[in-house]
């Protein structure tokens, strides 16, 4: 029909949500494991969990032994969990997640994109996702600050430009079951100022458990693919 504005999803690669999501496991055959963590409610280890499901998207670890990381001996998973042990309740910043990233070299490398504006930020986004890359965007609002999972983003059809960005939280909402996200960043501002500028904190983060947050975008570590081991 004339005038209708259609939307798309365009999603990491190597995802499915035909009932909870999964990611792929590329072998001798094709194998399909759950991908969401949880975090703690106390632990600040946001940064942490995207970092591993960053390593079992990217990188095929198996979720088992993400799992039982805290029992790992050798190999990038131990050590993770040595550098994550000094991050637990007190958070990361984008260094600190590129040096758990660096522990998975050469098959996984980052790159920290300086914050500029909104725009900006969600254009890196979506050409990180075109390109099999997984996004892990800093948010925060007047009182806290977290790492959340960019798995797709939502735009025009016929349009480059995003109108949302569609993450996998492991703090807020439940896990997804039937769709790839459970929590979604608006990217036109919800609160303008008397200037008629918007405010500080203006972007509307919601989760499918209907909860609601005003944020800004404060970081982003965009996580590839490196060479094959």
Not at 66 to 89: C, D, M, N, T
Not at 95 to 100: A, F, K, Q, T, V
Not at 162 to 175: E, N, V
């Amino acid at each position: 029909m004339a005038g209708l504005h259609h939307t798309e999803h365009r999603f990491v690669a190597g995802l499915r949500a035909d009932a909870e999501l999964e990611y792929a496991m590329v072998g001798s055959r094709l194998r399909w494991q759950s991908l969401p963590i949880r975090q703690s409610e106390i632990d600040s280890a946001c940064g942490i969990v995207c970092t591993l499901q960053c390593a079992m998207i990217l990188a095929g670890f198996k979720r088992r032994d993400v799992e039982e990381i805290a029992s790992a001996k050798s190999g990038p998973l131990q050590a993770l969990w040595q550098l994550a042990r000094r991050a637990y309740f007190k958070g990361t910043d984008e260094r600190e997640i590129e040096r758990l990233v660096a522990v998975f070299a050469p098959r996984l490398e980052s790159r920290t994109i300086p914050v500029s504006h909104t725009k900006h930020l969600a254009q890196e986004i979506v050409a990180a996702i075109e390109a099999g890359d997984v996004p892990i965007l800093g948010i925060e609002t007047r009182g806290w600050s977290h790492w959340t999972l960019v798995v797709g983003f939502e735009r025009q059809h016929g349009k480059s430009q995003a109108l949302s960005l569609l993450c996998l939280d492991c703090s807020f909402g439940g896990p997804p079951w039937g769709v790839f996200y459970n929590a979604r960043c608006e990217l036109k501002a919800s609160e303008y100022g008397a200037n008629g500028k918007p405010k500080r904190y203006s972007l509307r983060y919601a989760t499918t458990d209907g909860e609601v947050h005003t944020v800004r975008l404060n970081a982003l570590v965009i996580v590839q693919r490196g060479q094959a081991p």
